[in-house]
């Protein structure tokens, strides 16, 4: 039996997302379970290299999680002729410089979002991956969400008829750090460090329609920064220019033709009366389902209720109680892990993944779109691109 290597350059790999769910949950459990094996019987192994700016704490998470290789020269990483993959999921605005330099270098690349500030660039990028003829994979990780995953396998049985609306609720209370340190790290709410609700979530809302539903036609949102004033890592006060909530109306059409209204609401400034963080519900003429990111609850046609609006009365029906939970029929592990294994088993086949930088690049685009949206007060048409 062959074993092929996978040598993987991993920066911003002390971050949040960095390291929990690339490091943590995705690469080291593969590395751990002993990579995996192909159709033809060749195993795949992954060898991770961390990079870092801090030498002392890059040191330390590579001694902590028995990592061999680390290094603080990101340059010198991308140019290793041993390298294979270069992963990114540094500062949004650091990320098109990397992925530039990695791809012209002849490397793959697995990155998180949004893979670039503007569109230009994000089509920039997309195009210099086609040049390479490398593989690149964008990290799409709400559409391998156990929720999701069984809301898609609804539509793809024709479980709701004609699918009429999708609605998304996204948000929770982010601390504003005074009193309470904020949960989320502080450049995301300055715009000038490539923070914001619409830039961060409409690049997720877009391939989540996409995979869900159909093709984003047109797009009418209100951003706001509710919070305009926060307090950062180093408890110092400073001006959140970024928008900490977006509220988003979608035109979308199904492969079929169908229209499809959709709406997602975003926000930082939100307390969850919810089941989850994140809930979408698919209003369908034959059935409607609600999904988070682990459960999805389905109502048939034939079992919904006759509720009749009558303000004078108590309500006597409980409305939870009759959906029905969707299994899982199968196990579905960690969503960031799944698209790796995906993506590896691609870059070995040599062929292009399904989430790349072009769907990154429309992720990009329905973000300036919806930014723009929202400064001219208007619905603005999502054109279609191509390279
Ligand atoms: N897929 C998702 O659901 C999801 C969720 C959150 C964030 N993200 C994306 O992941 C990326 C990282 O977000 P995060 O929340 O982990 O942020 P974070 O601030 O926790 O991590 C950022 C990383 O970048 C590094 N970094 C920061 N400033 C730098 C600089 N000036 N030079 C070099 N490196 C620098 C940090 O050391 C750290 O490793 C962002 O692009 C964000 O949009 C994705």
């Not at 700016?53 to 680390?70: Q, S």
């Not at 072009?358 to 990009?364: D, I, K, T």
Request: net charge negative.
């Amino acid at each position: 039996m062959t074993t092929r290597t996978l040598r993987i350059a991993m920066n911003g790999i002390t971050g949040r997302m960095g390291y929990r769910q690339h490091l943590l949950r995705s690469i080291l459990p593969i590395r751990d379970q002993g990579g995996f094996t192909l159709e033809d019987g060749t195993k795949v192994q992954v060898e991770p290299i961390l990079i870092g700016r801090n030498e002392a704490k890059i040191k330390e998470l590579a001694a902590l999680h028995g990592v061999e290789h680390w290094t603080t020269d990101l340059d010198g990483a991308i140019s290793d002729p041993t390298v294979d993959i270069v992963f990114d999921a540094s500062m949004t605005s650091l990320r098109a410089e990397t992925l530039r330099k990695a791809m012209k270098a002849g490397k793959h690349i697995f990155t998180e979002k949004p893979t670039a500030e503007t569109l230009d660039e994000a089509v920039e990028l997309a195009s210099i991956a086609q040049e390479a003829g490398i593989t690149a994979g964008v990290v799409h990780d709400k559409l391998y969400l156990p929720g999701l995953v069984k809301l898609r396998r609804l539509v793809d049985e024709g479980f709701f008829g004609r699918i009429l609306s999708i609605r998304g609720e996204f948000g929770y209370w982010v601390f504003e750090g005074e009193t309470q340190a904020a949960q989320r790290p502080s450049w995301n709410y300055r715009k000038e460090d490539g923070g914001g609700m619409t830039t961060d979530m409409f690049c997720h809302w877009n391939y989540v329609l996409e995979g869900i539903i159909g093709t984003v036609k047109s797009v009418n949102a209100t951003t706001v920064t509710h919070i305009p004033t926060r307090w950062d890592e180093q408890g110092s006060e400073y001006a959140a220019t970024a928008d900490d909530a977006a509220y988003g109306i979608f035109e979308l059409e199904t492969p079929g033709g169908d229209q499809v209204v959709g709406q997602i609401n975003s926000s930082w400034a939100v307390r969850v009366y919810r089941d989850e963080l994140v809930e979408f519900q698919v209003d369908g003429t034959h059935g409607s389902a609600v999904a988070g990111l682990n459960k999805c609850v389905a109502q048939q046609r034939a079992h919904t209720p006759k509720p009749v609006w009558n303000p004078d009365l108590p309500v006597t029906e409980s409305f939870r109680d009759q959906w029905l939970e969707v299994p899982a029929n199968g196990d579905l592990d960690n969503g960031f892990k799944a698209q790796w294994e995906e993506f590896l088993r691609d870059v070995v086949a040599g062929r292009e993944h399904r989430f790349g930088l072009l769907s990154a690049a429309r992720g990009v685009q329905l973000a300036e779109l919806g930014l723009q949206s929202s400064a001219e007060r208007r619905t603005l048409d999502v054109p279609t691109i191509s390279l």
